[in-house]
């Protein structure tokens, strides 16, 4: 039976042993980050917050055009996954505003190594067959 390119060692037969024994997250746990940001608003929370230090739902709704109860949703999706992390602020700041959101290690990973890998492939692969150039 042919296979396709190795990507860890020995293969397991079993998905469940892809992890070390010792992993910090469960299979499950990480499927769930991937379903996470599978959906098209809460990748785009997690990739503009991987971009700055940390934003307010305010400044997530008027860049995102998103009503806040809807946003809210996906923030709480994203937490509770673990990809972003919620900061308040024991004082406002002089804009009135104390909740901030950042995306965490495994937020800025998913992104990086996940989605965004794939999307750079895709721009690799289009440039290497784009016809117009030859």
Same mark, same amino acid.
């Not at 499950?28 to 929370?45: D, H, P, S, W």
């Not at 700041?93 to 495994?106: C, F, K, P, Q, W």
């Given at each position: ?42 990748? %785009?929370?997690? #990739?503009?917050?991987? +971009?700055?230090?940390? =934003?307010?739902?305010?400044? /997530? !709704?008027?860049?995102? @055009? ?28 002089? %804009?009135?505003? #104390?909740?901030?959101? +950042?995306?965490?290690? =495994?937020?800025?990973?998913? /992104? !990086?190594?996940?989605? @965004? ?18």
């Amino acid at each position: 039976m042919g296979t396709k390119h190795t990507r860890i060692a020995d293969d397991p037969d079993d998905p469940d042993d892809l992890l070390p024994a010792e992993s910090v997250l469960s299979l499950e746990e990480y499927l769930e980050m991937q379903a996470a940001i599978g959906n098209r608003t809460r990748f %785009e929370i997690v #990739y503009r917050l991987s +971009r700055t230090d940390e =934003l307010t739902p305010t400044e /997530l !709704e008027s860049m995102m @055009e998103i009503d806040d109860s809807t946003l809210h949703y996906h923030l709480n999706e994203l937490r509770d996954v673990g990809l972003i992390e919620k900061r308040v602020r024991t004082e406002r700041d002089s %804009e009135g505003l #104390y909740t901030y959101y +950042r995306a965490t290690i =495994l937020g800025d990973v998913i /992104l !990086e190594h996940g989605v @965004e890998e794939l999307l750079r492939r895709e721009w690799a692969f289009s440039e290497a067959y784009d016809s117009s150039e030859h």
